[in-house]
Each structure stands twice: as structure tokens, then as C-alpha cells.
């Protein structure tokens, strides 16, 4: 698969993503549900922690990419839910530890949310991979 960047201004490249990619040369995509701060049997860990719960969303969503044989780095774009938008943004360095080794910066989206599926939960990220 080969990415070109899109990017007719520099500013998000500071904040870690691209306003948009071609991808060319795709022969497989996966679209990832909405990862959230949950264990194995779905019970919401690091209630009140948004940095605990982002660094568990990622290991949530890096474990689907490896169930479907992929990586981070096959992350093409990403949306992301908070109910607390500082907060995640304050947190948002986790994210650039786990996508810059892996040499990406998937479009990206950051919306502000009521609340997410349950009450403890802060964050989701939903993910779409390409290989």
C-alpha cells in the first residue's frame, strides 16, 4: 500500500495528523468499532483517569489490528469521542508515542461527546485500516 499525504496547510502536522491521504494499492481494509477503556469481559477500567483510559484504548485497538494481521501503522484514519475534549487533548501525547514509531499520521477527528456507551467510559476511537 502506498500513502501520500494531503496536507494544504502544515498545521496539523505539529498535532500529529494529516488532513487527508491517498492510499493506492489496497487490497485489504478493516473497520475497527469504536475501542473503548474496557478488559477482556467488557468491564470499564480507570474510571475518572483519562490517561489510563487512552493508553488502554490503544492496546484495545492495536489488539484488533493484530487479530486481523495488522499494525498501527496500517491505521488510515481515525475518530475520536470524549466526553472530556481538554482532558483527551491533554493525553493526546499517548497517541504520537504509539503512531510516530510506527511512522503514521492517520487523519483524524475529535469530537466532543455527552457520553459515551457507559457512564465511566471518556474516551472511544474508532480506526479504519488498510493493508
Do not use: H
Given at each position: 500500500?502506498?500513502?501520500?499525504?494531503?496536507?494544504?496547510?502544515?498545521?496539523?502536522?505539529?498535532?500529529?495528523?494529516?488532513?487527508?491521504?491517498?492510499?493506492?494499492?489496497?487490497?485489504?481494509?478493516?473497520?475497527?468499532?469504536?475501542?473503548?477503556?474496557?478488559?477482556?469481559?467488557?468491564?470499564?477500567?480507570?474510571?475518572?483517569?483519562?490517561?489510563?483510559?487512552?493508553?488502554?484504548?490503544?492496546?484495545?485497538?492495536?489488539?484488533?489490528?493484530?487479530?486481523?494481521?495488522?499494525?498501527?501503522?496500517?491505521?488510515?484514519?481515525?475518530?475520536?469521542y470524549a466526553s472530556?475534549?481538554?482532558?483527551?487533548?491533554?493525553?493526546?501525547?499517548?497517541?504520537?508515542?504509539?503512531?510516530?514509531?510506527?511512522?503514521v499520521r492517520p487523519?483524524?477527528?475529535?469530537?466532543?461527546?455527552?457520553?459515551?456507551?457507559?457512564?465511566?467510559?471518556?474516551?472511544?476511537?474508532?480506526?479504519?485500516?488498510?493493508?
Amino acid at each position: 500500500m502506498q500513502r501520500t499525504a494531503i496536507n494544504p496547510w502544515d498545521w496539523s502536522l505539529a498535532l500529529g495528523y494529516n488532513q487527508g491521504e491517498v492510499l493506492e494499492g489496497v487490497s485489504r481494509q478493516l473497520i475497527c468499532a469504536g475501542q473503548t477503556a474496557v478488559d477482556g469481559s467488557g468491564a470499564p477500567q480507570f474510571p475518572g483517569d483519562m490517561r489510563g483510559q487512552v493508553g488502554l484504548v490503544l492496546d484495545n485497538l492495536e489488539a484488533v489490528l493484530a487479530k486481523a494481521g495488522m499494525s498501527l501503522g496500517n491505521v488510515v484514519k481515525l475518530t475520536v469521542y470524549a466526553s472530556d475534549v481538554d482532558a483527551a487533548l491533554r493525553n493526546f501525547d499517548l497517541l504520537g508515542m504509539r503512531f510516530g514509531p510506527a511512522g503514521v499520521r492517520p487523519p483524524m477527528t475529535l469530537l466532543g461527546v455527552t457520553r459515551l456507551a457507559l457512564p465511566d467510559l471518556m474516551i472511544e476511537i474508532e480506526a479504519m485500516a488498510a493493508a
